[in-house]
């Protein structure tokens, strides 16, 4: 089973910028999936952005595209989220998840493996 650990959250102004880590052994091969879910207090974990194997497919949200960017690491065994304009409405817990399986759909309910958050804060 992956062990992914998230760090990078914290309080921003709306309109500022932060970038997301995650760490994963497995992500030193870019043949596994990466998804970003975020959730907020009360309200059902959505999904964020994922990428498939080799990011052949991405997905991302409409709430956040143009917005946030999906990135690799393999050095580094690292994925990134990379956030920019963060809006309010930003605000939540996000965590990173893998899979076995090359391309899930970006659904909590499709990855198996999932880091333990971190809180990203959008306010002024």
């Known amino acids: 089973q992956a062990r992914l650990v998230e760090s990078g959250g914290g309080l921003v102004q709306p309109g500022g910028s932060l970038r997301l880590s995650c760490v994963a052994p497995?992500?030193?091969?870019?043949?596994?999936?990466i998804g970003w879910f975020r959730q907020v207090a009360g309200k059902k974990r959505e999904g964020v952005v994922c990428?498939?194997?080799?990011?052949?497919?991405?997905y991302y949200a409409d709430s956040v595209m143009g917005r946030f960017t999906i990135s690799r690491d393999r050095h580094n065994n690292a994925a990134y989220l990379y956030m920019n304009s963060l809006k309010p409405e930003d605000t939540g817990v996000y965590y990173c998840?893998?899979?076995?399986?090359?391309?899930?759909?970006?659904?909590?309910?499709?990855?198996?493996?999932w880091g333990q958050g971190t809180q990203v804060t959008v306010s002024s």
């Open positions: 497995d992500f030193s091969s870019d043949t596994v999936p």
């Open positions: 990428a498939g194997e080799r990011n052949i497919m991405t």
């Open positions: 998840a893998t899979d076995p399986r090359p391309t899930p759909a970006c659904a909590p309910g499709e990855f198996q493996d």
